[in-house]
């Protein structure tokens, strides 16, 4: 694990304590450093075997890198599926304090009095709240670790206020009535925008998966035509016309272009899942669960297209 710059090192660790997992950051650390160094050395292998040696080393080079991304941005999505766990049912826990601080408990009590299964995950970091206040750590020391457990702005902004609450001496259970009402209302007010927002998900969608591999399929089916006429013409005799165009042999082969037009279909899919993301959650890594999908539907569409015009230009021609 100290093999990573401690910036980074400082990053993966923070991000994997958010995730809850029950392991070692330094044992998964290495196990992450050694099976990404392993698999990119294969597929840099595997590139030397197809083409040469640079080649290998820019294959090596850019799949680790992007190997390690991409394990992090997993990990960053498993602590915010934590979170928006949790935030469901936070409104729903503050409310269940808030009747037990009426009813004359003292606040670690409420908490594990509120504390039930229905809860999810949020039930086992109260019962970790509770357990350290009964080992004898103060109940604001306890829930302001639990902020540092999860990654979520929400929990943080409740526990905040409690804890000022608390220090003031203010009604903390009408408080915690209060933040779990404007959770909710803002919950909803968030439905209503992403519901809002589902059009411009379908445009953005119906672009990525169908405009753009249509278009980039028909391309080198029209090019391979055009080659083939131009071919079939006797250029020489039209030098010295007075035509206003003139003729030339296409430099641009068909296998170039269908190899291009595929990875600017494929860079387009994932731009296209990232813009979805942005517009849905309003960060771009919330749309790489959409990437799947897109590039699925994008191949369909770019071979079948590719399949379609050939098969009709050649009949049309047979005609």
Known sequence: ????????????????????????????????????????????????????????????IISFVVLHILLYLIISLQADKKALAIEKVLPDALTSI??????????????????????????????????????????????????????????????????????????????????????RNQEIIEDKIRSQILMYVFLIFGAVAIGVPFLNGMAPVFLDKISTITSEIDLESFEGTQMPISFGQVSVTTQFLVVHNLVAVIISVILGALLIGVVTRGKAKYGLKNIPILMTVALAVFFLVRKFITGFLASFAGI
């Open 98 to 183: 808030a009747s037990n601080l009426k009813a004359g408990l003292p606040l670690d009590k409420a908490i594990v009095a509120s504390s039930k299964p229905e809860l999810g995950i949020l039930k086992s970091e109260l019962d970790s709240v509770a357990k350290e206040v009964s080992l004898g750590s103060r109940i604001e020391t306890s829930l302001t670790r639990l902020t540092d457990r999860i990654r979520s702005a929400k929990l943080k902004w409740s526990i905040e206020l409690c804890l000022y609450s608390l220090k003031s001496g203010g009604q903390l259970s009408e408080l915690l009535i209060s933040i779990g009402n404007n959770l």
């Open 1 to 60: 694990a100290n093999i990573y710059p401690p910036v980074l090192r400082k990053k993966f660790r923070e991000t994997l304590s958010y995730t809850g997992l029950l392991i070692d950051n330094n044992v998964l650390l290495s196990s992450m450093f050694l099976n990404i160094l392993v698999l990119s050395m294969i597929l840099s292998v595997v590139n030397l075997i197809l083409s040469n040696i640079p080649w290998a080393i820019s294959t090596f």
